[in-house]
């Protein structure tokens, strides 16, 4: 059974840094593309940013693009986001999701939630 | 605004049929697969559909997936209860690269 577990968020005043951790287990890591999705409160869901297996292809939604890092490490079958100068619209749950073949979204773990206030 | 574009509410009966469509555009829905999701909010979302109208193992046949042009939708038949819930559409937009979601539809069992 995949499982994914999301960690590291927190409460961080605007301008500060936090880094999220999604441990994985149950799939071969190193060959699944894995997503970071979030949903502000009372919104949608957005996807945030991607990771090919191997890192060589990153993407990045335009609202975090130069603020948010996504990286993964497939010795520890983790992936990571780096999230830098944080915002009030930046609060929300961030799911951790993993790909099967190119499609995004077929396992998800339960989501952390990262608030950004003063 | 969300790329793709879906009604906010849908509503039925127990055992009814039901329908939510889901707008995009020639670099998303048009030229690339859709997938559907179902949330709770607070709980993690679960894959319905993938690839326009692929099944995960454990989705019942009630939930079918269907694409013409730049459009797709969703079909519940034989409405229950438990599929209240909110319901998105996304698919990956080759002129942003980046997936995209729908707004989102609540969907209410009367």
């Known amino acids: 059974e995949v499982e994914l577990l999301e960690s590291g968020g927190g409460l961080v005043q605007p301008g500060g840094s936090l880094r999220l951790s999604c441990a994985a287990s149950g799939l071969s890591f190193s060959n699944s593309a894995m997503s970071w999705v979030r949903q502000a409160p009372g919104k949608g869901l957005e996807w945030v940013s991607g990771?090919?297996?191997?890192?060589?292809?990153?993407y990045y939604a335009e609202s975090v693009k130069g603020r948010f890092t996504i990286s993964r490490d497939n010795f520890k079958n983790t992936l990571y986001l780096q999230m830098n100068s944080l915002r009030a619209d930046d609060t929300a749950i961030y799911y951790c999701?993993?790909?099967?073949?190119?499609?995004?979204?077929?396992?998800w773990g339960q989501g952390t939630l990262v608030t950004v206030s003063s | 605004q969300s790329a793709l574009t879906q009604p906010p509410s849908a509503s039925g009966t127990p055992g009814q049929r039901v329908t939510i469509s889901c707008s995009g555009s020639?670099?998303?829905?048009?030229?690339?697969?859709v997938n559907w999701f179902q949330h709770l909010p607070g709980t993690a979302p679960k894959l319905l559909i993938y690839s326009d109208y692929e099944r995960p193992s454990g989705v019942p046949d009630r939930f079918s997936g269907s694409k013409s042009d730049s459009s797709a939708s969703l079909a519940i038949s034989g409405l229950q209860s438990e599929d209240e819930a909110d319901y998105y559409c996304?698919?990956?937009?080759?002129?942003?690269?980046?997936?995209?979601f729908g707004g989102g539809t609540k969907l209410t069992v009367l």
């Open positions: 999701s993993a790909y099967v073949g190119g499609s995004m979204g077929h396992h």
């Open positions: 996304a698919a990956w937009d080759g002129s942003v690269n980046a997936w995209v």
């Open positions: 990771i090919s297996g191997d890192s060589t292809y990153r």
């Open positions: 020639n670099s998303n829905i048009g030229s690339r697969r």
